[in-house]
T-cell receptor, first 114, second 113 residues
Framework: DSGVTQTPKHLITATGQRVTLRCSPR?????VYWYQQSLDQGLQFLIQYYNGEERAKGNILERFSAQQFPDLHSELNLSSLELGDSALYFC?????????????FGEGSWLTVV | GDSVTQMEGPVTLSEEAFLTINCTYTATGYPSLFWYVQYPGEGLQLLLK?????DKGSNKGFEATYRKETTSFHLEKGSVQVSDSAVYFC????????????FGKGTRLSVIA
């Protein structure tokens, strides 16, 4: 158990809908990262927050957004869903920023868009 | 930019065979290097790491040595078990502090009894 908690574990929704994925980082960790894992794209970095502020942005679509709340949990919002958004979405956390910190991953949220 | 190249799978081995999964990297400076493992239907778990040249990371019988001269971080295990069947990801964390983990594409390992 990495200490990173993600909910829901599985989600099935229709195209055009909106979903929210939730992540609670390990106790004491200030950074939260979101990654998308799909069969054809591998593991893609989406976005990182550090202590409530956006720190880095990767290949995140405009239909997607995220935020980190004062209690450090994070939410990833996916809207106008398309079939191609079906993937495993990972949240990860670390104490500080990127350099020198081990990043721990949650078990992921499986999203299926039908 | 920074990148990780892993040997393509799938790799199929018999139980108790020796395992090597090759990983090489391209990076500016001296990154930290990691192996993550994803068991079927589960999330990513940190397997081992090394933060500087010549460091050896080890865990659960797996080992990898940070080789600066060959820019490699090959994963090895002397005797694999069926329970080691999983996808293994090599990753680097650049020293710059400005970019996140960069992953290889993953190598699927199947161990048969």
């Amino acid at each position: 158990d990495s200490g990173v908690t993600q909910t829901p574990k599985h989600l099935i929704t229709a195209t055009g809908q909106r979903v929210t994925l939730r992540c609670s980082p390990r106790s004491g960790d200030l950074s939260v990262y979101w990654y998308q894992q799909s069969l054809d794209q591998g593991l893609q970095f989406l976005i990182q927050y550090y202590n409530g502020e956006e720190r880095a942005k990767g290949n995140i679509l405009e239909r997607f957004s995220a935020q980190q709340f004062p209690d450090l949990h994070s939410e990833l919002n996916l809207s106008s869903l398309e079939l191609g958004d079906s993937a495993l979405y990972f949240c990860a956390s670390s104490f500080g920023g990127f350099s020198g910190n081990t990043i721990y991953f949650g078990e992921g949220s499986w999203l299926t868009v039908v | 930019g920074d990148s990780v190249t892993q040997m393509e799978g799938p790799v199929t081995l018999s139980e108790e065979a020796f395992l090597t999964i090759n990983c090489t990297y391209t990076a500016t400076g001296y990154p930290s290097l990691f192996w993550y493992v994803q068991y079927p239907g589960e999330g990513l778990q940190l397997l081992l790491k090394a933060t500087k040249a010549d460091d050896k990371g080890s865990n659960k019988g797996f080992e990898a040595t940070y080789r600066k001269e060959t820019t490699s971080f090959h994963l090895e295990k002397g005797s694999v078990q069926v329970s080691d069947s999983a996808v293994y990801f090599c990753a680097l964390l650049p020293p710059s502090g400005n970019t996140p983990l960069v992953f290889g594409k993953g190598t699927r390992l199947s161990v048969i009894a």
